[in-house]
């Protein structure tokens, strides 16, 4: 099955992505209506264990987990995501024909790639992508991966979140997803776009 960007990993910076890709849609962008995006996530994110008291806009106290929920379900509201627990072994080929096989034996196709699967480390084989230490981890044993400043590895494969070397902060990772996702929809609009809404 073929997506127009398939976005391994599902906590603060795969789903920022996520929602802002889908937020697109539904703006009368002809080049945003009909794009297709999948979220593969292995269900081990650091959110899963956090409790959220100084992120901006968030109810002091607000479990991870919760916040998770939240995310997906405003995701929802535009459509346009589908999402599967499984864990990516591969990523192979390059901008508009990548493939992306998981441990359960399924095999997708997308056009863009983006790596969210936070900083304990990289073991997605994948060619073209250097592992290094994360400068920004409060931790020793942390990971990045290599990118060119603006988040993009290679031509079609991006990294967000903690393993684009962010801090390990909920705003952090999401703000490189929203990044990532902003750049590519400027790619299909053929100029810079942002996503505001306005009353």
């Excluded at 968030?58 to 459509?79: A, M, P, R, S, Y």
């Amino acid at each position: 099955m073929f997506y127009d960007v398939i976005i391994v990993g599902g906590g603060a910076s795969g789903l920022s992505c996520a929602l802002t890709l889908a937020s697109a849609r539904g703006r009368g962008w002809d080049w945003a209506e009909s794009r297709k995006y999948l979220v593969i996530d292995n269900g081990r994110s650091d959110m899963n264990r956090a409790l959220f008291k100084n992120v901006p806009g968030v109810d002091q106290g607000l479990k991870g987990t919760e916040v998770i929920e939240k995310i997906k379900n405003q995701i929802n509201t535009f459509g346009g995501v589908d999402f599967l627990e499984d864990k990516v072994v591969k990523v192979e080929g390059s901008k508009g024909n990548f493939e992306v096989l998981t441990e359960s034996g399924k095999k997708f196709s997308s056009e863009f790639v983006v790596l969210a699967t936070g900083f304990h480390g990289f073991d997605i084989e994948c060619e073209g992508v250097e592992v290094v230490d994360n400068p920004r981890s409060p931790k020793p044993g942390r990971v990045m991966l290599k990118h060119d400043g603006n988040y993009k590895v290679k031509e079609g494969l991006y990294v967000a979140g903690l393993l684009a070397g962010v801090s390990s902060m909920f705003a952090c990772a999401s703000g490189v997803g929203v990044q990532v996702a902003i750049d590519i929809l400027s790619h299909w609009a053929g100029k810079p776009v942002v996503i505001h809404d306005v009353p």
